[in-house]
């Protein structure tokens, strides 16, 4: 019974950095109607911002995120501008393809520029726990799932309370007529790729106390955030969120009761599953 | 028949080539030259003429990969005999992937395929018993050919392996050519453009749809067995990997999707490009795919051979 | 005789949206069958329960006898029935000749004689000139043709034209209506959706016109131009209570 809740609340605070990915694809698409296959690489790119800010000047990991979000923000909104945007009436198997290409880039350079040898950031705090009753919670994710929170928190605040908030979700909802009524889509296309970079980001920043960091560790983000993502449904920002944790609690149960080797087949089976009979997801519009 | 001469003049040539380099390396770049157009030619099949991009063409390649290594190692089957039925093991699923799978449409599809690929390759890689897992299977010394008592190769240099691979590249293109000018050529352009206009006039989408992926991973297992034996070890990541499939995708892109000749011109730019860069970049070779993959879709999204066919169209149109 | 076509109370619906309620009417083989309406009365909706793309919820398609309820698009097209696109849907990076080889791929598994069939066709619309020019490049009124030619090439026995004079100038419109005309010389039996008033009245031998879903009225040309019913369902009743 222990071993079960253990192996929950690993996965619900796991699963809210998924939800953080998540949140951005379904963010860049749900505005764009884009599918980024780089969001992995965007993380990653956080992974190592975090780490150099952590080696380099000693900026703790789960401080330096007000550092790395904007940085990626800014980096996202670069690539919304000059690739993204001009591809947005292109077949989706193009955009998706562009993506990928941006991702290799990515990644590819992070090998040029640092190597592909694994990085660890160790922290003081790295291999401490804190013991919630019969559970015992890793110091470093139980911090992760705490600001995971407030950023998704401060993310649902800004989308339902801030007019710019509410100018994404009507682009997202329905570009022309956003357009018809005054809002700037370009702006938004720019703002939510910048927006979901951060995200990506912050999550990134996150993880890296706990994940090794090389360049190529953004691959199996990216499509661990495409189960997340189609299973709350595109364009959900909420159905992200379930996702997140769905698939996080998901993945550590069955790390536990089935096999380590086995937990990813069992997302990616998960994955097949979703998009076969409901790929509109928990909570998502069916528009495909 | 006319149509075929200018196929056979550079066919011939390269038959040709191992008389006259016998530079190991040199003949090992062609080698990897024919790989990649078989492969390319494959994927075309399914994506370039019917539409569907599947990003886990991978999934077949390391099917056929494994499936004859496998055959070879533990049941002693010479190659020969052994790459037809991991052939024919990577169609029967990939046709019950298709037949579950291409209910989805564009985006979903792919993802769908991604996912296919991956669920094999840690199939792949926790199943040690059959495939040893991440440690892989290194290849033992192939048998020799004989026919009819008579030795044609030990496969201890590379001109066998030249050849065979020369064949396979030229039956890929002809497995094209053919699909091209066919009703099942016309039937998959139809389905690429307008699913639902070519339900509407009589074609069944599912069924030609999987026609195309059988015919398509067919080749590419085909394509996979041969690497591996020519390599001679495999592991999951390395067969399997999505790097794999995008490499094929990116071949078509940038040479030209849905045409004969710009899978070939993809794989000739992306081979001797990447060896060119190996020395200086080393692993980041793919950073010259990720570039031009980013060029071509912004500036050429129908590819080399789509720009220029353009070019040409157009100047056509001015006369 | 046995109608061709015969649609018995069908009824579609889309969650609680009533896109079809209760329509019935006939095709006899070898007529012109106007069907018309304002727009959202589920004249295209209807046309995708009688091709195939979704099966109607209640009621049956009778197709030559053969009761076709759930039969797949494709099924349908070889049977004889083929559909044009309000929106046109031309195969774009394929030539005109090609797309049209593509309907005469329907009846034959040979592509040189289906070209034979095409190219029969594309000179029947007036289009074997543009044989060679990319469909995607064409203007509007050759679409329309060319989509006219591709059914025609699939040799079926009977064609649905949804709304083929839509965005036509009178020239293309008065084309279409000579093809309409030649195609019921040949045998062909079709039924038309359009708005165009006049081009129904000349080629059209009996008219079903459509409101919210429901058959308000049916008859030859002459009773329904002038039924008080019909106008008020163009033009908004008085109480308005019709969405």
């Known amino acids: 019974m222990a071993v079960l809740l253990q192996s929950i609340f690993s996965g619900v605070l796991i ?144 989308l339902a309370r801030t007019d710019t908030g509410h100018a994404i979700r009507a682009t997202a909802q329905d570009r022309d007529a956003a357009q018809l009524m005054g809002v700037n889509v370009r702006n938004m296309g720019v703002l939510a790729f910048g927006l979901g970079s951060a995200l990506a980001g912050a999550a990134g920043a996150l993880i890296a106390p706990t994940y090794y960091i090389f360049p190529q560790v953004g691959g199996a983000f990216t499509l661990k955030a495409f189960v997340v993502v189609v299973l709350g449904g595109m364009g959900s920002v909420v159905g992200a969120t379930l996702g997140g944790v769905l698939i996080g609690m998901s993945e550590s149960l069955a790390a536990v009761y089935i096999g380590s080797g086995m937990k990813e087949l069992c997302v990616y089976v998960i994955f097949l599953l979703v998009l076969l009979l409901k790929p509109s997801g928990l909570l998502g519009k069916s528009r495909t | ?50 539409g569907q991009y599947s990003v886990g063409h991978a999934a077949w390649y390391g099917l056929g990969a494994y499936g004859a290594f496998i055959l070879l190692q533990r049941k002693g089957i010479p190659p020969w005999f052994g790459v037809w039925a991991a052939v024919a093991i990577a169609v029967i699923i990939a046709l019950a992937v298709g037949w579950i799978t291409f209910r989805l449409r564009g985006p979903y599809f792919v993802l769908a395929s991604i996912a296919v690929a991956e669920i094999i390759r840690l199939a792949a890689l926790n199943w040690k018993i059959l495939t040893n897992g991440a440690e892989g299977i290194l290849g033992s010394d192939l048998p020799p050919l004989q026919i009819a008592g008579t030795m044609i190769t030990d496969w201890n240099s590379k001109t066998p392996y030249y050849y065979l691979g ?42 030609y749809k999987n026609t195309a992926l059988g015919i398509s991973a067919a080749c590419t297992a085909l394509t996979g067995s041969f690497a591996a034996f020519y390599v001679s070890f495999i592991e999951p990541q390395g067969v399997f990997g999505i790097d794999v499939s995008i490499q ?45 993959v980013i060029a071509v879709i912004l500036l050429m999204p129908d590819g080399f051979v789509g720009f220029i066919a353009q070019r040409l169209r157009r100047k056509a149109a001015e006369r | 005789m046995r109608p061709l076509l015969e649609v018995r109370n069908v009824s579609r619906y889309f969650g609680g949206v009533k896109a079809n309620q209760d329509v019935s009417f006939s095709v006899e083989p070898g007529i012109v069958l106007g069907l018309i309406g304002p727009n959202g009365a589920g004249k295209t909706t209807l046309f995708n329960c009688i091709t195939g793309f979704y099966p109607p919820s209640k009621g049956e398609i009778v197709f030559d006898g053969q ?43 040979s592509v040189s004689r289906a070209k034979g069939i095409a190219l029969e066709q594309l000179r029947v619309v007036g289009l074997e000139q543009r044989a060679e020019v990319l ?109």
């Open chain 1, 15 to 158: 699963g809210g950095v998924y939800a953080l990915i998540g949140i951005g694809l379904t963010l860049i698409f749900g505005v764009m109607r884009v599918i980024n296959f780089a969001q992995g690489e965007l993380v990653m790119i956080g992974m190592y911002c975090t780490f150099f800010l952590f080696k380099l000047a000693g900026i703790d990991p789960f401080l330096s995120v007000v550092l790395t979000m904007p940085a990626l923000f800014l980096l996202g909104a670069a690539l919304q501008s000059t690739l993204i945007n001009r591809v947005l009436d292109a077949l989706p198997q193009n955009q998706i393809l562009l993506t990928i290409g941006i991702g290799l880039v990515l990644s590819n350079t992070a090998m040029l520029a640092f190597t592909s040898d694994y990085r660890i950031l160790s922290t003081t705090y790295s291999s401490s726990s804190v013991a919630l009753g019969s559970v015992r919670l890793s110091t470093p994710l139980l911090y992760c799932f705490l600001i995971t929170s407030a950023i998704t928190g401060a993310l649902y605040w800004f």
């Open chain 2, 248 to 292: 094929m995708v990116l071949t078509c892109i940038i040479g030209g999707i849905g045409t004969v000749t710009g899978p070939l011109l993809g794989a000739v730019v992306l081979v001797l490009l990447s060896e060119w860069l190996r020395a200086s970049l080393a692993q980041a070779h793919l950073l010259v795919y990720g570039v031009l």
């Open chain 3, 67 to 109: 009761r076709i309820n759930g039969f797949p698009p494709d099924k349908v097209c070889k049977l004889g029935m083929a559909r044009t696109w309000q929106k046109v849907r031309p195969l774009a990076k394929l030539t005109v000749l090609e797309n049209a080889v593509v309907g005469a791929l329907c009846r034959t598994a």
């Open chain 2, 166 to 207: 020369l064949l396979m590249a030229v039956f890929c293109v002809a497995v094209n050519f053919a699909v091209k000018r066919s009703k099942l050529g016309y039937y998959l352009q139809a389905i690429r453009e307008d699913q639902d206009a070519a339900h509407s006039l009589g074609i069944a989408l599912t069924f």
């Open chain 3, 135 to 243: 469909a995607g490049g064409l203007p509007i009124g050759e679409r329309k043709k060319l989509e006219l030619a591709r059914v025609l090439a699939t040799m079926p026995r009977m064609i649905l034209l949804d709304e083929v004079m839509g965005g036509l100038n009178a020239r293309e419109s008065e084309e279409i209506i000579q093809l309409i005309l030649d195609v019921k010389k040949r045998g062909l039996t079709q039924v038309v959706i359009e708005h165009d008033m006049k081009a129904i009245v000349r080629t059209c031998d009996r008219i079903v016109v459509l409101s919210s879903g429901e058959k308000l009225a049916e008859g030859i040309p002459q009773e329904i131009v002038n039924d008080p019913r019909v106008m008020a369902a163009y033009l908004g009743d008085s109480g308005g209570a019709k969405a």
């Open chain 2, 1 to 50: 028949m006319r149509v075929l001469l200018p196929w056979a003049i550079p066919a011939l040539a390269l038959a040709l080539v191992p008389l006259f380099i016998q530079s190991p390396y040199a003949l090992h770049i062609f080698i990897l030259l024919f790989i990649a157009v078989a492969l390319g030619e494959s994927w075309n099949v399914l994506g370039g003429f019917a």
